[in-house]
């Protein structure tokens, strides 16, 4: 079972990046999705979180809109579009799941039962 972020790079300030997640070994169309980020010397912190039917969604409170988390089922994957980067967003993403009987959007890396890989955004000023 894996989960595999994908999608970043190097961005200047104000860009666009949109970061998807793909699962191999299994479907995760049932287990609430999430989005972790962790930057150099400080701890992983939540962005975003999205129900197992994509209707709801949860953002960490320093998004101010500027991300948005969607979800393709049949494609088994999930997005994260972020827009209005910053350099401060500047830090390697991580896609998790939780276990598929539990609903709530959680906010912490340890409710996430399955981990993945990252991938590294860099905003430039």
């Known amino acids: 079972v894996q989960l595999q972020a994908s999608g970043g790079g190097l961005v200047q300030a104000g860009g666009s990046l949109i970061l998807s997640c793909a699962a191999s070994g299994r479907t995760f169309r049932n287990n609430v999705m999430g989005w972790f980020r962790q930057a150099p010397g400080k701890e992983r912190e939540f962005v975003a979180a999205?129900?197992?039917?994509?209707?709801?969604?949860s953002y960490g409170d320093f998004v101010k809109g500027r991300f948005t988390v969607a979800r393709d089922s049949a494609q088994n994957t999930v997005s994260l579009q972020m827009s209005g980067l910053k350099p401060e967003d500047t830090a390697v993403y991580y896609c998790?799941?939780?276990?598929?009987?539990?609903?709530?959007?959680?906010?912490?890396?340890?409710?996430?039962?399955?981990r993945g890989q990252g991938t590294l955004v860099t905003v430039s000023s």
């Open positions: 999205i129900s197992k039917d994509g209707a709801a969604t």
């Open positions: 998790a799941a939780r276990s598929p009987a539990i609903t709530v959007l959680a906010r912490a890396w340890s409710q996430y039962a399955f």
